[in-house]
């Protein structure tokens, strides 16, 4: 299999860490690289909107040396991944999408927590209190289970118990996802049609986060697209099907890569074609009046 460039995008809330079983378990050929979107870990960045994050990506390319990435998003991410191919469509050469927001993807909770009065409220108090409950019914769980936890079991429950931040208060950089979310999710259902290159969409029909006739309508959207169904892991799909998505996007970048061979093959028989033809031409003026 050829190289590839890969570049994974984590969700909301969530890290590079997010993305480990799946490294970790990618074919060599491929390179992976998984970041801290603004606002999260280690990025200094501030927090921003799909927009905002696209073009962290574009620099983190730039910065790397990678002219051109296949971006895999999770969640927010694969907002944030449809947005960089909208923008600069030359450096993507195709997506993945993992539960991906997209058309029909809102709900109340999200408008409350856009909303200029009761948002702020909602997300410092859900960002104060929602780890500390997190972290005490993990504890329970383990101390029921006498054993501790796996990576991948309970993993919403993880999410937010391990949802601190060195760099940035984690409640004002959800409250801005939030707000981007809302206020840029018409906009960035209008930009669907203009992303020409390949997508793989992932989905399981019982993600209770983002529906999944989110995923059908970015399938039905997206010009070049098609949804695979993983079925039983819900909405974390890099922690809790890792080995179902390392197949998917191993087999994806081989479909890839014979659509390119054949592609290259149709244009050698097409020059080929062409120089017979320009042989046939001179070969007539030869034998033609003196």
Known sequence: MPSHHLVLLHGQPGSAADWRQVQSRLPAPIQAVAVDRP??????QAAAGFAGNA??????????????????????????ALSAASLAPHR???????ASVGPGCLNGWDRLLAAPGAGPVCALVAWRLTPWLARARLARLARADGRPLAPDEHVNWDIWAHSGSDRHPLWRTFLTEQRALVREADELASVLPGIRVPVLLLADPRDTLVPIETARRLEQSLPDASLRLIRGPGHHLPRRAADQVVDAIAGFLASLDA???????????????SADHRAADHGSADHGPG
């Open 39 to 44: 606002g999260y870990g280690s990025s200094p």
């Open 55 to 80: 073009r962290a990506v574009l620099a983190e390319l730039d910065a790397r040396g990678i002219g051109q990435a296949v971006l895999v998003g999770h969640s927010y991410g694969g907002g944030v």
């Open 92 to 98: 993507v050469e195709a997506l993945v999408l993992l």
């Open 259 to 273: 659509d390119h061979g054949s592609g290259s093959a149709d244009l050698g028989s097409a020059e080929h074609g």
